[in-house]
């Protein structure tokens, strides 16, 4: 019923910058809260970063403290984005876009629509 478009995945040198994109589209959904998550070969599926789609609340994961990314929204245009500076190797991963319904959590149970990820690769 929602869809999720991921785009601006790409190879990048280690400490160059990307933004990611996640357009939303399929009904209205004022009260939602958007996330981005990453997934690693062999890893499992780690929490980034989300933002209530009304307000200006965000939560970030505890690894992303040091102010690389940040998530941000354009109501106007029903899109996402996560900007990712001073890339590193280990951010190498794909990253997906989710919609919760419920609340914002880091908690991907929660989180009941996703995009078909962006692969985001990154040299050293």
């Known amino acids: 019923q929602v869809q999720l478009v991921e785009s601006g995945g790409g190879l990048v040198q280690a400490g160059g910058s990307l933004r990611l994109s996640c357009a939303a589209s399929?009904?209205?959904?004022?009260?939602?809260?958007m996330a981005w998550f990453r997934q690693a070969p062999g890893k499992e599926r780690e929490f980034v970063a989300a933002?209530?789609?009304?307000?200006?609340?965000?939560?970030y994961a505890d690894s992303l403290m040091k102010g690389r990314f940040t998530i941000s929204k354009d109501n106007a245009k029903n899109t996402v984005y996560l900007q990712m500076n001073s890339l590193k190797p280990e951010d190498t991963a794909v990253y997906y876009c989710?919609?919760?319904?419920?609340?914002?959590?880091?908690?991907?149970?929660?989180?009941?629509?996703w995009g078909q990820g962006t692969q985001v690769t990154v040299s050293s």
């Open positions: 989710a919609v919760s319904p419920t609340i914002m959590t880091s908690s991907r149970g929660e989180y009941r629509y």
């Open positions: 933002i209530r789609w009304s307000g200006t609340g965000t939560l």
């Open positions: 399929g009904r209205t959904f004022s009260y939602y809260n």
